[in-house]
C-alpha cells in the first residue's frame, strides 16, 4: 500500500428524512450529475411506500436494506495454481453498497413503469423479503456456504 490512507469523510444527511441513508441512496439513484432528479425520484417512491403500507417510509427502508444486505460473500484467490472461490464476512461499508447496488439493479431492471415507483416496489419487495434484490443476496449466501470447505484460504 502506497502513501497515506484516505481520510474518511463525514456523510451528510438529505433534507427531507435527515438521515444519511438517503442521501447515500439519492447518490446512488443520481446519474450525470442531476441531484434534483434524482432527489424527486427518491422521494416520490418514499411517499408511495407510505400510502401504500401506511407505515413510515423510512421502517420500511430499514428493514428492506436489513433483508438485502449481505453477511457473507465468496472471493476468487489463487492457491498453488488453481482459482478458489473463498468465503469472507462482509464488512458494513461494503453490505451497505451492495445492498445499494442490488436495489438500484433490481428497480432498474423492471420495465414499463416511471422509475420513482420501480424503486417503491423494489423497496416494499424487500421489506417484506420478496423480490429481485433478496433473491441476488440469498444467491450471493447460497454460493459462500457451498463453497465453505475452502474457508481455510481465507486470511
Do not use: C
Not at 428492506?64 to 473463498?86: D, F, T
Amino acid at each position: 500500500m502506497r502513501g497515506k490512507k484516505a481520510p474518511h469523510r463525514k456523510s451528510f444527511t438529505d433534507s427531507k428524512y435527515n438521515s444519511p441513508l438517503i442521501a447515500k441512496l439519492i447518490n446512488y439513484v443520481m446519474k450525470d450529475g442531476k441531484k434534483t432528479t434524482a432527489q424527486s425520484i427518491v422521494y416520490q417512491a418514499m411517499d408511495q411506500i407510505e400510502k401504500k403500507m401506511e407505515k413510515p417510509a423510512m421502517e420500511i427502508f430499514d428493514e428492506a436494506m436489513k433483508n438485502i444486505s449481505p453477511l457473507l460473500e465468496v472471493k476468487a484467490k489463487r492457491v498453488g495454481g488453481a482459482n478458489y472461490q473463498v468465503p469472507m464476512q462482509v464488512r458494513a461499508e461494503r453490505r451497505t453498497q451492495l445492498a445499494y447496488r442490488w436495489l438500484l439493479l433490481a428497480a432498474r431492471s423492471r420495465k414499463g413503469k416511471p422509475m420513482a415507483e420501480k424503486l417503491a416496489f423494489e423497496i416494499m419487495e424487500a421489506a417484506q423479503n420478496q423480490g429481485d434484490a433478496v433473491k441476488k443476496k440469498l444467491e450471493v449466501q447460497r454460493m459462500a456456504e457451498a463453497n465453505r470447505a475452502f474457508a481455510h484460504f481465507a486470511k
